[in-house]
């Protein structure tokens, strides 16, 4: 336990370079009085760490020393070829860089953790697109990388949401890959982050010059934000329905799984004939029409009485089509 210890604390300031005890305690997740000793037992095996005292101090490596130890075990050698993604490399162009760096990998591996990690690629693969949809057209998805790689502004053409076309100047701070989609987050000089669907941009010219990132700007906690403002303002009205007996799975199909799931275990007991009574976040009146149309005699709409309304009428109109 403390070897695997003193070799992550090793690590750490091999990579972040000067750390103070706190944080490399908060880091490690132990005492900072621990770390103390943990630094002291590194300095006695020869390794040449020191400290510099005062506000600005820490610990810190001397200049040029690396450890060759990388330290992986089968799992975690195995866990980065799972976490290896040859499609969006492809996409990014980096799809010969991705297959040199496993290569290299590989061949640094001692012979257990490189076996566990060849099974690992024969054996799983991760396909990011969802089903019934196929990955979007991005032509200029690896502009966009460059740009955000090199910390450059970037003119674009971008089409709205309506077809409406915009032209925007904007300093490009990252890329985020979900469901298949790429999107950009990015922020026009001095003003606030949004995204952008890579897909939708029709013309793109990386401009002259460089910018500096926001201060503190975090590419996984904004996107977590947005995922959860956007799931916030998608969800604008609720419906009441009543749910037929082992239609849960279909259910959470059509609705959304997260929807679902959080209206099934507000719900309570079954009535006599094993209908759920469900309240579900929705879209809109129209749009919750079609999902649930969708369902047919397994759910019943209570409420609200539009949507039941517009329930009706389309069951009218399918009864005068098929007679």
Same mark, same amino acid.
């Given at each position: 336990?403390?070897?695997?210890?003193?070799?992550?604390?090793?690590?750490?300031?091999?990579?972040?370079?000067?750390?103070?005890?706190?944080?490399?305690?908060?880091?490690?997740?132990?005492?900072?009085?621990?770390?103390?000793?943990?630094?002291?037992?590194?300095?006695?095996?020869?390794?040449?760490?020191?400290?510099?005292?005062?506000?600005?101090?820490?610990?810190?490596?001397?200049?040029?020393?690396?450890?060759?130890?990388?330290?992986?075990? !089968?799992?975690?050698?195995?866990?980065?070829?799972?976490?290896?993604?040859?499609?969006?490399? !492809?996409?990014?162009?980096?799809?010969?860089?991705?297959?040199?760096?496993?290569?290299?990998?590989?061949?640094?591996?001692?012979?257990?953790?490189?076996? /566990?990690?060849?099974?690992?690629?024969?054996?799983?693969?991760?396909?990011?697109?969802?089903?019934?949809?196929?990955?979007?057209?991005?032509? /200029?998805?690896?502009?966009? !990388?460059?740009?955000?790689?090199?910390?450059?502004?970037?003119?674009?053409?971008?089409?709205?949401?309506?077809?409406?076309?915009?032209?925007?100047?904007?300093?490009?701070?990252?890329?985020?890959?979900?469901?298949?989609?790429?999107?950009?987050?990015?922020?026009?000089?001095?003003?606030?982050?949004?995204?952008?669907?890579?897909?939708?941009?029709?013309?793109?010219?990386?401009?002259?010059? /460089?910018?500096?990132?926001?201060?503190?700007?975090?590419?996984?906690?904004?996107?977590?934000?947005?995922?959860?403002?956007?799931?916030?303002?998608?969800?604008?009205?609720?419906?009441?329905?009543?749910?037929?007996?082992?239609?849960?799975?279909?259910?959470?199909?059509?609705?959304?799984?997260?929807?679902?799931?959080?209206?099934?275990?507000?719900?309570?007991?079954?009535?006599?004939?094993?209908?759920?009574?469900?309240?579900?976040?929705?879209?809109?009146?129209? /749009?919750?029409?079609?999902?649930?149309?969708?369902?047919?005699?397994?759910?019943?709409?209570?409420?609200?009485?539009?949507?039941?309304?517009?329930? !009706?009428?389309?069951?009218?109109?399918?009864?005068?089509?098929?007679?």
């Amino acid at each position: 336990m403390r070897a695997s210890r003193l070799l992550s604390l090793l690590l750490l300031l091999q990579t972040r370079g000067r750390m103070t005890a706190t944080d490399l305690a908060e880091e490690l997740e132990v005492s900072v009085r621990t770390v103390y000793r943990d630094v002291e037992a590194l300095s006695a095996a020869g390794v040449p760490v020191y400290a510099d005292r005062g506000p600005a101090g820490g610990y810190q490596l001397l200049d040029g020393y690396r450890t060759r130890l990388n330290g992986l075990t !089968a799992e975690e050698a195995s866990s980065l070829f799972l976490a290896g993604l040859p499609g969006p490399a !492809a996409e990014l162009g980096l799809a010969d860089v991705a297959a040199n760096a496993e290569l290299k990998l590989l061949a640094a591996l001692p012979p257990e953790p490189r076996s /566990h990690a060849a099974r690992m690629r024969e054996r799983f693969l991760l396909d990011v697109p969802s089903w019934y949809r196929g990955a979007d057209d991005a032509p /200029h998805l690896g502009e966009v !990388a460059e740009a955000v790689w090199e910390r450059r502004p970037i003119r674009m053409t971008y089409r709205r949401w309506g077809r409406q076309e915009v032209e925007r100047v904007l300093n490009p701070y990252g890329l985020v890959l979900k469901g298949g989609s790429w999107y950009m987050v990015a922020a026009p000089a001095g003003g606030s982050p949004r995204t952008y669907r890579v897909s939708r941009i029709l013309t793109l010219c990386t401009l002259p010059g /460089h910018f500096d990132g926001p201060a503190g700007f975090d590419l996984a906690a904004f996107w977590r934000e947005y995922s959860k403002e956007f799931r916030e303002r998608m969800y604008k009205a609720e419906a009441v329905v009543r749910l037929a007996p082992g239609m849960d799975d279909l259910f959470a199909y059509t609705m959304g799984a997260d929807v679902v799931a959080a209206a099934l275990a507000a719900a309570g007991e079954p009535d006599a004939e094993g209908w759920l009574t469900l309240t579900v976040p929705i879209e809109s009146i129209t /749009h919750a029409r079609w999902l649930l149309l969708r369902m047919g005699a397994a759910v019943e709409v209570l409420g609200p009485p539009e949507l039941r309304s517009l329930m !009706a009428e389309a069951v009218a109109e399918l009864g005068k089509m098929y007679g």
